[in-house]
């Protein structure tokens, strides 16, 4: 038993292949209208000149870390992401993970994702495209949270589009630390 956990969190966790993962081929084709959101707080000054802000790029969330603050941060409470799969794959499920509020430098996750909505596309120009399922981040749950493709018709996507609709109540800024897309590969169902 305690095996079979430690095998499972060796495997990013979930236990189940990501194809939205950077290191295996997934890539970030588009934020559309999300900006960046730009810290206030200066990495570097000179003469206390701020010199460069620090701010992670919409990478961040395809990247198997998930430390405090790294973290892909879009201004205000909603925004979009869409995503190059590694393959075209049947989407059976997505996970979406944010920092435990007990390891948030504020201690609290008013931050997260609240409110989701995940689309399969033909390509990234595409708008709309096929609703694969509406979901809620619990930010009193687990820090990792998988939740099953409530569209699932056999049709196979390479780009994804993540829509946040709302977060905890944060004002300014949504922070994204992990995206996941589990499947079936469309070359495994051939």
């Not at 430690?6 to 993962?21: E, K, M, N, V």
């Not at 460069?52 to 430390?67: E, G, K, L, M, T």
């Not at 059976?92 to 008013?110: A, D, I, K, Y």
């Not at 589009?161 to 589990?182: A, D, I, K, M």
């Amino acid at each position: 038993m305690v095996r079979d956990a430690l095998r499972i969190f060796s495997q990013d966790r979930t236990g189940r292949a990501d194809y939205a993962l950077e290191s295996g081929g997934g890539s970030i084709l588009s934020s559309r209208c999300s900006q960046t959101y730009e810290t206030k707080t200066a990495l570097l000054s000179l003469f206390g000149l701020p010199l460069w802000f620090f701010s992670q790029s919409p990478r961040a969330v395809i990247q198997p870390d998930v430390q405090p603050g790294n973290c892909w941060a879009f201004r205000g409470s909603s925004g979009v992401l869409v995503l190059r799969l590694s393959m075209s794959v049947s989407p059976s499920s997505f996970s979406l993970e944010h920092v435990p509020r007990s390891l948030s430098p504020s201690g609290t996750s008013s931050s997260a994702p609240r409110d989701f909505r995940v689309f399969g596309l033909q390509d990234e120009e595409e708008e709309g495209g096929k609703l694969l399922g509406s979901f809620r981040y619990d930010q009193d749950g687990e820090a990792l949270q998988t939740f099953p493709a409530t569209e699932q018709n056999g049709s196979w996507f390479q780009v994804v589009e993540l829509q946040v609709l709302s977060n905890w109540g944060n004002p300014e800024y949504t922070c994204l630390y992990r995206f996941r897309v589990h499947g079936s590969p469309a070359d495994a169902q051939h």
